[in-house]
């Protein structure tokens, strides 16, 4: 009995304090140059929360990264868009380590993922390694950074995660030192109230008085019903003004602890919630997140170590509402809310919403629309709760509408291709008019075919313009003895690249695909069987099946 007594006694500061679960003393800085941050773990993105930190490389690329510890490469994967070139490394003590948005590879990675790359004739690749297929030891150098897929500009993307569930952790709960004296800012602070019926009104902006560094103030607000409040706001650390996001959020009333957020982890899977816990229609129209501090139905997010609903009633007393926001080093700031009872504050009004969102989705039940061209599926919990959408077809463009609110599973669209005209694709228009490429998989009946999460207008367009190809620093016929790069520029004007190949002298080769830059490159290599006059022909096409095919000859002595 009394053993069993000590062993409670020793686990419990573990339960209490988080940041005491993860061993801190075990990885280290991944580049050799002071840690700056210009992303943070958990902070908001679109449709997503970030799931590591953001490494500033001076705007440059080409930084030596280092592994965080010994380990073995677990995976590599490849992508245009993503996370670029990236490398996974599993190390011994069940976390696993993500360096993304590379440049490059080291040589002995560089040569097991080309060799797939050649295998496969893809530059993407996503390889699963087996414990003894590439090791890694302490403060090897694995790759250098880069700014490769969707990164928009030079960084490493650094994550930490739980090796057996993949789960995302906090990369700086493992020790990683960030100077940090700088106290949060909160931008706005924003007021909801609730009724009866479970409504909740439009936010309304409360101002914010300063009492000291650490302390803000409001003037009392009168009410009489439920509320509660939302905020947008941001953290910087010491060494650069980039505006990250803020760690936890508490909140309390008259001292006692209502809600406490913090972003010490999340799943993969949970991370489009993000739009459970900003008010998204808010930011659809204003383009700013507001953090809502009180917790709807469909939040299931596991950022929060006390929940409640967050509403907080005060009929017949005043009290103090507080919030609390923090960094990961312990600096904060307060915002105390007086509340009173007012019974003579006008009720909040149910306002109708917007009457052209005509058909309710009933959150239980999976619908089928069919029309003459064009058929919708919508599963069962695609809104998470019952909502108004419109939805027709009229005048050859199929509408699913409704731009305020956010949709969690994938919608199955099928539309039909009127004619037999090369070029056909199906299109998606936004409320703000912009306008994208859908689809342009036919199945067997002649029908595009698509699942997305992208409400707005469809309808077939088309495009005849063959993608265009543009050698970069050499003409037809030149000598590039002295080039270590042979390079493309590839452009499509209207519904975008889709598979590019290129060959030298009939031998399929690596180029790597930079959307942004819209160009491919080859490097040089061992692939390379050195004759002096080569062949190089380069293959493109695009999103509606245009293809352009075209071939230059360059001269090299090596
Ligand atoms: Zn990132």
């Known amino acids: 009995m009394k053993s069993l007594f000590i062993i409670i006694l020793s686990i419990t500061p573990f339960l ?31 449709n997503h929360f970030h799931s590591g930190i953001d490494i500033k490389t001076k ?32 190390h011994p003590n069940g976390y696993t380590t993500v360096y993304a948005h590379l440049k490059k590879f080291n040589n002995s990675i560089e040569k097991f993922v080309k060799r797939f790359q050649y295998k496969k004739q893809s530059y993407e690749v996503d390889l699963y390694l087996k414990s003894d297929d590439l090791k890694i030891l302490n403060n090897e150098i694995i790759g250098f950074s880069g700014n490769t897929g969707s990164s928009s500009g030079p960084h490493l993307h650094f994550e930490t995660r739980k090796t057996s569930s993949q789960k995302a ?22 007021l909801y109230k609730k009724d009866k019926s479970g409504y909740i009104s439009e936010p309304s902006k409360v101002v914010l008085s300063k009492i000291n560094d650490s302390t803000f103030t409001t003037e009392k607000i009168k009410l009489n019903s439920l509320v509660s409040f939302g905020l947008s706001g941001f953290d910087r650390q010491d060494l650069a003004n980039n505006k990250n996001g803020i760690y936890e959020i508490s909140t309390f009333l008259d001292g006692n602890l209502i809600n406490l957020m913090s972003f010490d982890s999340f799943f993969f899977e949970e991370s489009i919630k993000i739009n459970t816990l900003i008010d998204y229609s808010y930011y ?77 989705i009933d959150n239980n039940l999976k619908y089928d629309f069919n029309f003459k061209n064009s058929s919708i599926n919508i599963p069962k919990n695609t809104f998470l709760k019952n909502r108004k959408i419109k939805i027709e077809h009229f005048n050859d463009t199929l509408k699913i509408i409704n731009p305020y609110i956010a949709v969690y599973k994938n919608i199955k669209i099928k539309f039909k291709n009127p004619n037999s005209n090369k070029g056909n694709y199906l299109a998606v228009k936004d409320h703000e008019g912009n306008e994208s490429f859908a689809s342009s998989k036919l199945n067997p009946l002649n029908y595009f075919e698509l699942k997305t999460k992208k ?28 080039e270590k790069y042979l390079k493309f520029k590839i452009t499509d004007k209207e519904s975008g690249i889709k598979k590019y190949k290129g060959k030298i002298n009939g031998k399929w080769m690596l180029f790597e695909y930079e959307y942004k830059k819209n160009q491919i490159s080859y490097e040089f290599d061992s692939n390379y069987l050195s004759k002096s006059k080569n062949e190089v022909e380069i293959e493109i096409e695009d999103m509606a099946g245009n293809s352009f095919i075209k071939t230059y000859t360059f001269y090299r002595d090596n």
């Open 16 to 46: 209490i304090n988080s940041q005491t679960k993860y061993p801190t003393n075990y990885f280290s800085n991944p580049l050799q140059i002071p840690l700056i941050l210009n992303g943070n773990f958990g902070e908001s993105r679109s």
């Open 59 to 90: 705007f440059k690329e080409g930084f030596k990264v280092i592994s965080a510890a010994e380990g073995y490469v677990s995976r590599i994967k490849v992508s245009h868009g993503g996370f670029g070139k990236a490398i996974y490394i599993n």
């Open 169 to 190: 952790i906090n990369p700086l709960l493992f020790g990683i030192e960030i100077k940090d004296t700088r106290r949060p800012t909160v931008n706005s602070l924003y």
């Open 284 to 360: 659809i129209k204003n383009k700013e997140r507001i953090l809502k501090l009180f917790i709807e139905e469909e939040n299931d997010l596991s950022i929060y170590s006390k929940k409640n609903n967050g509403f907080v009633d005060v009929t017949q007393r005043t009290s103090i509402y507080k919030i609390k926001a923090s960094d990961i080093k312990g600096n904060y700031i307060t915002i105390d809310i007086p509340l009173v009872y007012d019974k003579t504050i006008k009720k909040i009004t149910t306002n109708s919403q917007n009457i052209s969102y005509s058909k309710l």
């Open 455 to 482: 409400t707005g207008l469809y309808y077939i367009i088309n495009d005849s313009i063959s993608p265009m190809i543009k050698p970069i620093k050499f003409k037809n016929g030149d000598w590039v003895s002295d």
